[in-house]
């Protein structure tokens, strides 16, 4: 059975990030342990009670798309066991399918995002301006309509309770320039056409998905944290997919789709999921995984 996380405690190890969902700690030899909990965050907000065995599902994608897309870009994950890690005593169990071991890099600090389709904070910009991150679109497109090619539409990396926003590249190149900027963008819709491919051939639409970068001490660029996870994804059934409407999704949409039924501001704290939502949101992030790796946790 899955197991439950929400936060990690692992003494002995020094903890360097508590994330949303991600809890960091340094280990020897410039590497990183990841753990990824079960907290859920919606609106940049971390909610009070986590969904089980979602960190579980969330590294077992993370680990099968950067394997398959290596060959496109590099990616974090070295090869050690946890077992040689942990801390002496640690259930090896509640960690084993949640945690990786991973190179130490340098965060570019941009959210690189690909959008293949108009939807969530990009609909609303297009709304309002009839731009996305300062590349003007054609006029009359609709909600959740396929763009004519993918689009690289960077944000901001908000801290904990902040909100990302959405950025031009022009502002990427100047806050870690033009070579760097370049490789991001291109390593970002490089990546995204190929998953987009795989996806669609199992009858999932991507339509859109963010990723992290780092960079070693070389300065040669690493994909990192998480990949085409419901968590940083927008996954739709392609059976169910419509033009003009927000299509069901695999991923924690739905939440999002319930906290807008909400009396609340989308600032900390926020309301407590019940729980027919919580198992709805669990089944959702198990049957993407299920789909798309065909990886299956009860």
């Known amino acids: 059975m899955p197991t439950t996380l929400l936060q990690s405690d692992l003494p002995g190890l020094e903890l360097i990030h508590r994330g949303k969902v991600r809890d960091v700690y340094a280990l020897p030899g ?8 079960d907290r859920l965050s919606a ?48 259930d090896l169990a509640l960690y084993e399918k949640r945690a990786v071991v991973a190179r130490r890099l340098k965060p ?13 904070s990009g609909w609303k910009d297009y709304q309002a301006t009839g731009s996305l991150c300062g590349i003007q679109l054609p006029a009359g497109l609709q909600q959740a309509q396929q763009l004519s090619t993918p689009i690289f539409t960077p944000s901001t990396k908000a801290a904990v ?7 031009s590249y022009a502002t990427v190149v100047a806050a870690i320039g033009s070579e760097l900027a370049d490789q991001v963008r291109d390593a970002t819709l490089t990546i995204y056409r190929w998953a987009a491919a795989y996806a669609a051939e199992r009858g999932i639409i991507i339509a859109d998905t963010k990723f992290e970068f780092g960079t070693d001490a070389d300065g040669k660029l690493y994909v990192m944290d998480e990949m085409l996870t419901p968590d940083s994804s927008r996954f739709w059934p392609a ?11 695999y991923d924690k949409q739905f939440v999002r789709d319930w906290l807008e039924t909400q009396d609340w501001n989308k600032t900390a704290p926020g309301p407590v ?15 993407a995984l299920q789909r798309l790796a065909g990886i299956h946790l009860d």
């Open 239 to 249: 059976a169910e997919y419509r033009v003009g409407i927000s299509p069901p999704s």
């Open 43 to 90: 609106f940049d907000v971390v909610l009070p009670n986590p969904i089980p065995g979602k960190g579980e599902m969330l590294t077992q994608i993370s680990n099968f798309w950067f394997k398959q897309t290596a060959h496109l870009v590099p990616n974090h994950l070295l090869d050690v066991p946890l077992a040689e890690v942990l801390p002496a005593g640690t």
């Open 108 to 120: 570019v600090p941009v959210e690189a995002i690909a959008r293949g389709y108009l939807i969530g």
């Open 30 to 37: 410039e590497r990183l342990l990841i753990v990824a909990t």
């Open 161 to 167: 309770g902040d909100h990302d926003e959405n950025v």
């Open 273 to 287: 999921i019940p729980s027919a939502v919580i198992a709805a949101t669990a089944a959702k992030y198990a049957e």
